[in-house]
């Protein structure tokens, strides 16, 4: 009949089909989903007493757009009469189950129709096993690793070709998924009852276990989770849930972020599971110590030194040496960056000690590392130098260069801070050297911009510009780094009296910043910021250490909310005593939900005359909940006086609290 009806000029025959294999004189057209202004129309024309709100559109949105499950849904919704609130609770509680007509016309039907098919069915025993995987993963199957995730089937990829041909999954990039409503219904119930689900857990599983650093065997294989991670962090979420008293799947977790912090630096969704974890799991302070790595990489120092020193607790109950040295050696690390130097100079020559006692080379050269980090930071460039030149003697016997790459920064610290730019320049092309040769992704990132920064503080900015786009192009898996590189950006662009384009760039940066909660960062732009803003009004020199009008702003709204953006105004001197970071961690420990009156303060008054000792109580306490904190400043004497209320614990041990 269509070879007939074709044979006429005046007819035009459209034939539509989920099956994509058709003859091929026949000019086919795909048909993608809706736009959401078209999914918008098509649920409102037939639902009409649903008014229009970002609630409709989320639930579209989540449908992918797809014309028939959009069609069912406001038919159902107008057949029940629902109210906008019933249709989302109904939403939320059986999803695709709820796409059924009073005329039996469901989504259900459409797909078990082509599941029926005699083209599915010649596809075997495994064809449905295997829609079902693909449902359960956000983004699909990668088609790159079918090999490794079903060893079983050999013919993986001709079955993936015809779920294509049935329009039961599509391609993008290089995986196969579905659109949501056939993944709602092909996902199965309970994941456990998935034999082929259970055994793709293992294959993951089982990739994860290496370890993995660079230059060891492994490392270059271990990049399958950059496009991995999202649907790795599912399996591990819903696994976490379902096998909670499995060491096994907790053991993975802690594996899972080991592979981020090398590869993917970015927040996850399964720190409050693992915090709360029993302190006798065996696998707890090995999660605590990987989740304080990301949150390390973030910026997030508070948050990394509170889950070090949680693990550090629950290693030295167990007894385990190495395990102790090496958190205390990460520690040390965090206190450098929350500028505790003394308290990390002490972690990271107890870690030494440890070390040397377990005759650890490489450990020791890393815990001599540190120290020249600390020292540097502290103003003891001697000893920094001398731990660093100590710790390449140390690495440099072990043949893996890529160990090299931190000592040379360090120097390279060192030596601008002695005024010796040529030889800072050299130790970080060397740096840059070795991260080039092993293709350390992030470290090019640290070590460019060590160089921007340089470049941009001897105003050589040309050079400068140069290595601001060469870190740029490394930051592109690290949000934090991006962010540092916005910073860099508006720190030139001010230099450059381009002050417009600096702001601009500089609260892109503060965006960032605010939502990985790095407070660090959070307080260096604050300084740069006030600076630019000051700028814009008024000329001044930022070498003038009389400059500054003593006072403390905190742009907020009504409530005084931590998160938003704070301008911190105070004279150079305040800035030199009080780091930036501290000021940046007593804002964002907050969680007011009253507004701050000057004229009514709160019920604690810590007196606090020493500078550097509020810096220390405040960064040494960050478990606490603060709710309301102001800072006020007097430049003539350098006292500060904090005003702290609803304190969760107990006020800080040490100090004289006064009414």
């Known amino acids: 009949m269509v070879e007939e009806l074709s044979q006429f000029d005046n007819i035009c025959l459209c034939i539509t089909s989920r099956i994509s294999d058709v003859p091929s004189d026949c000019e086919t057209l795909d048909v993608p989903t809706l736009s959401i202004d078209a999914a918008r129309d098509t649920f409102h024309h037939i639902c009409k007493k649903v008014e229009r709100s970002d609630l409709i559109d989320d639930i579209l949105g989540q449908l992918d757009f797809h014309p028939l499950s959009i069609t069912l849904l406001a038919t159902v919704a107008h057949q029940n009469k629902w109210s906008t609130e019933r249709l989302k609770r109904e939403w939320g509680t059986q999803r695709t189950r709820m796409l059924q007509t009073m005329r039996n016309k469901s989504l259900a039907a459409t797909i078990e129709l082509s599941l029926a098919s005699p083209m599915f069915q010649e596809l075997g025993p495994d064809a449905r096993a295997l829609l079902e995987v693909i449902a359960f993963f956000p983004h699909g199957i990668d088609e790159d690793n079918l090999g490794w995730l079903f060893p079983t089937i050999s013919n993986g990829a001709d079955v993936f070709d015809k779920f294509c041909v049935l329009s039961l999954a599509y391609r993008s990039n290089s995986f196969v998924t579905m659109l949501a409503p056939l993944r709602d219904y092909l996902c199965p119930q309970d994941p456990r009852s998935s034999p082929l689900l259970c055994a793709t857990k293992e294959q993951y599983l089982t990739r994860m276990s290496v370890d993995i650093h660079p230059g060891k065997p492994g490392y270059e294989e271990s990049r ?184 040379h920064c360090t120097l390279g610290s060192v030596y601008k801070h002695k005024g010796d730019t040529e030889k800072a320049i050299n130790h970080l092309e060397t740096a840059l050297g070795i991260a080039s040769s092993s293709n350390l992704v992030n470290q090019l990132f640290s070590v460019h911009s060590s160089l921007a920064r340089l470049f941009t503080e001897g105003n050589r900015f040309d050079e400068a510009q140069i290595h601001i786009e060469r870190a740029k192009l490394h930051a592109v898996n690290s949000t934090y780094n991006l962010g540092l590189a916005m910073f860099l950006q508006a720190e030139l662009w001010y230099r450059q009296d381009r002050v417009e384009e600096a702001r601009s760039e500089l609260l892109r940066a503060v965006d960032i910043f605010e939502n990985l909660g790095a407070a660090g960062a959070l307080g260096v732009c604050g300084d740069l910021l006030q600076d630019i803003e000051r700028g814009m009004t008024e000329p001044v020199n930022p070498d003038d250490e009389s400059s500054g009008d003593g006072e403390l702003f905190v742009q907020d709204d009504a409530n005084c909310r931590a998160s938003q953006r704070f301008i911190f105004r105070a004279d150079h001197r305040t800035r030199k005593i009080v780091s930036s970071a501290a000021r940046c961690n007593l804002l964002l420990m907050m969680n007011s939900s009253t507004p701050l009156s000057p004229s009514h303060p709160p019920s604690f008054l810590p007196c606090i005359t020493m500078p550097s000792l509020l810096s220390k109580v405040i960064l040494s306490h960050t478990s606490w909940n603060v709710n309301i904190l102001y800072l006020a400043t007097n430049p003539l004497v350098a006292s500060y006086t904090a005003l702290i209320s609803f304190i969760r614990l107990n006020p800080p041990p040490g100090i004289g609290v006064e009414a």
Not at 370 to 381: E, H, K, P, T, V
Not at 390 to 406: N, V
Request: glycine share 8%.
């Open 224 to 407: 399958w989770i950059k496009p991995e991670d999202v649907n790795v962090e599912h399996l591990l979420d819903v696994f976490t849930t379902i096998e909670e008293d499995s060491d096994g799947i907790w053991d993975a977790c802690a594996d899972f972020m080991n592979h981020l912090y090398w590869h993917k630096r970015r927040p996850v969704i399964l720190g409050p599971k693992i915090e709360g974890l029993a302190d006798n799991r065996r696998s707890k302070p090995k999660c605590l110590f990987g989740l304080s790595q990301l949150f390390y990489t973030l910026g997030n120092w508070a948050a990394n030194k509170r889950l070090l020193t949680d693990a550090l607790k629950l290693y030295r109950e167990r007894g385990d040496d190495r395990a102790v040295a090496r958190t205390l050696r990460d520690l040390s690390r965090a206190n450098c960056h929350v500028y505790l130097g003394e308290e990390g100079i002490g972690q990271a020559e107890e870690a030494l000690e440890v070390f040397k006692r377990l005759g650890d080379m490489v450990e020791q050269a890393r815990c001599l590392a540190n120290l020249a980090l600390l020292f540097d930071s502290n103003g003891r460039f001697d000893a920094a130098e001398e731990a660093a030149s100590r710790a390449i003697d140390l690495f440099s016997g072990e043949g893996d260069q890529s160990l090299l790459f931190g000592p």
